[in-house]
């Protein structure tokens, strides 16, 4: 962070501003990099002015909106807050407690929030982009989460309006970064703001999501925009007050007790048929799926807890298609699963399960084209069903489970031996 010295380094002695840390120059960092991840508003400004490339992609494609963050300063700055705050509070009696120490941590958090922001902007106004995925498939929103780098989610949310269903290679989104990374604030933060399936709520219910954000618009050049006008911007659903207007209305069309009534009264006049039984399974759905959005929105609003519980479970299986139910060693799929699922044992149960979730897994785009790798397996398995665990291939008599899998979930994958890793595929259709 020392600004003036990178201007005498750079016009005195003739240093290369965009030398990297390797001789490779697609590996490394540089400085204008090294000073963006560490929160420098000021170094970033002059490295520029000196001749520094913003633009510069490095091996792993990661550009100076990733380093931007990526930076740690704020959760670390949030870190000595809390603790400060806690201490304060066992010594509120202790004379030699100072006013202005205590207040030292809060301080710097502000500066460092202020920087952030400030070089988000300066970013941006020189042509940065902050959606572009690097080699991994993250987003500069997912290392942001993962660094729980607050300040940098909140001005992509409340500018661009980004939200988080981009999924990098393993799956994840940024708040499944957030959470990895143990940031756990962070990632109720991004689930509460950016979130999907609140949207797909609103939606849902004939509102739209542009009328919930404030009238009120801070500009991008503002650099001084304070963190209550952010907040100004973050988007949310309409008032409770819409969405019970809404929700209301639509049950007086929706309701089981409406088209129950609807229904017989079509039973009477044109007999009872197989359609009619297929349209009010259809109905009773939408019901479902109505109910379901008002609830998630009313808890947005009057229990975030229980809102944050409930889109955590749904995006931990977004991405998990809804496969045939699949029988492992080559039976026939279009057989009677429900008959024959009853007869199996428990342990029989447990493999044609494993079986149906491992499928849906392999569904991911980027597993049918690379391969799942079989050490990411129990993890990813954990993560998409949590609580459950992948069987004791041991109880099966089988050494590995590489073993356990080849013998009895043939008609789901094939697993490969390359590069000394063992990769699973998921089954060609015929």
């Given at each position: 962070g020392h600004a003036k010295l990178c201007r005498l380094l750079i016009e005195t002695y003739k240093a290369d501003p965009n030398i990297p840390s390797y001789r490779d120059e697609r590996k490394g960092v540089t400085p204008l990099e090294l000073s963006a991840w560490r929160g420098h508003y000021d170094t970033v400004r002059i490295l520029h002015e000196l001749g520094a490339n913003l633009h510069r992609i490095n091996s792993w494609g990661c550009g100076i909106a990733h380093w931007t963050a990526l930076c740690p300063t704020f959760a670390d700055a949030a870190a000595a807050v809390s603790i400060s705050s806690s201490s304060s509070s066992d010594n509120d009696n202790k004379?030699?407690?100072?006013?202005?120490e205590a207040n030292l941590p809060l301080l710097y958090k502000e500066k460092v929030t202020s920087n952030l922001k400030k070089i988000a902007c300066f970013l941006t106004q020189n042509g940065?982009?902050?959606?572009?995925?690097?080699?991994?498939?993250?987003t500069p929103m997912h290392k942001a989460a993962y660094g729980g780098n607050v300040p940098i989610l909140q001005y992509l949310i409340s500018h661009f309006h980004l939200v988080d269903e981009n999924v990098d290679e393993d799956g994840n989104t940024a708040a499944?970064?957030?959470?990895?990374?143990?940031?756990?604030?962070?990632?109720?933060w991004v689930r509460k703001y950016a979130s999907k399936e609140w949207r797909d709520s609103v939606k849902l219910l004939g509102l739209t999501v542009e009328d919930s954000f404030s009238s009120s618009s801070v500009q991008i050049n503002?650099?001084?925009?304070?963190?209550?006008q952010l907040e100004e911007q973050l988007p949310s659903p309409p008032s409770l007050a819409q969405v019970r207007r809404a929700y209301i209305e639509l049950?007086?069309?929706?309701?089981?007790?409406k088209t129950v009534l609807e229904t017989s009264k079509n039973e009477h006049i044109e007999g009872s048929s197989s359609s009619s039984s297929n349209s009010s399974s259809e109905k009773l759905l939408?019901?479902?799926e109505l109910h379901s959005a008002y609830a998630l929105l009313r808890d947005w609003w009057t229990d975030p807890d229980r809102y944050d519980i409930t889109v955590r479970q749904r995006t931990r299986n977004r991405n998990l298609v809804e496969c045939p139910l699949l029988l492992t060693n080559?039976?026939?799929?279009?057989?009677?699963w429900e008959s024959k699922t009853l007869q199996c044992s428990k342990q029989e149960d447990e493999i044609?399960?494993?079986?149906?979730?491992?499928?849906?897994l392999l569904q991911s785009s980027n597993y049918r084209q690379n391969g799942l790798p079989m050490d990411r397996l129990a993890r990813l398995y954990g993560k998409s069903y949590p609580g459950e665990t992948i069987p004791n291939h041991k109880a099966y008599k089988c050494k590995k489970l590489v073993h356990f899998i080849k013998k009895h979930c043939e008609s789901v994958c094939s697993v490969e031996y390359t590069c000394s890793a063992y990769l699973l595929w998921p089954k060609k259709e015929d």
């Open positions: 004379i030699n407690n100072s006013t202005d940065i982009k902050w959606t572009i995925p690097n080699g991994h498939g993250q499944d970064c957030a959470e990895r990374s143990g940031k756990p604030n962070a990632a109720k503002n650099y001084e925009s304070s963190r209550e049950a007086r069309q929706h309701h089981p007790d939408r019901w479902f080559g039976e026939n799929q279009q057989n009677n044609v399960l494993f079986g149906i979730r491992l499928n849906r």
